[in-house]
């Protein structure tokens, strides 16, 4: 089992920035690879960006890219998403996630949200 717990989200301007942080508790975060997706109103979950196991790969969306860094530290269970240039469409609830055979069958967090306004 993997408990994770998000933390950071807020209200930001467009163009402002955010930190989003996901403490891991349980059997070894470094086991698994992790994730952040969001949700907005009336759309489906969208995975943001994904992380390997040791960091050393990670995925972004078209539309995140060159605007969000998601990292970890095994070391202290913790994953992070580092959102710059923030748009009114990242508005969502951000999930982090982690899974070793696929996110659907893996733990995930609460959510935390994130506001940002025109």
């Known amino acids: 089992q993997v408990q994770l717990v998000e933390s950071g989200g807020g209200w930001v301007q467009a163009g402002g920035s955010l930190k989003l942080s996901c403490a891991a508790s349980?059997?070894?975060?470094?086991?698994?690879?992790a994730a952040w997706f969001r949700q907005a109103p009336g759309k489906e979950r969208e995975l943001v960006a994904s992380i390997s196991e040791t960091g050393g790969a990670t995925f972004y969306r078209g539309d995140v890219k060159g605007r969000f860094t998601i990292s970890r530290d095994n070391a202290k269970n913790m994953l992070y998403l580092q959102m710059a240039s923030l748009k009114p469409e990242d508005t969502a609830t951000y999930y982090c996630?982690?899974?070793?055979?696929?996110?659907?069958?893996?733990?995930w967090g609460q959510g935390t949200q994130v506001t940002v306004s025109s």
């Open positions: 996630a982690a899974a070793t055979t696929g996110w659907a069958n893996g733990y």
């Open positions: 349980g059997r070894s975060f470094g086991n698994y690879g």
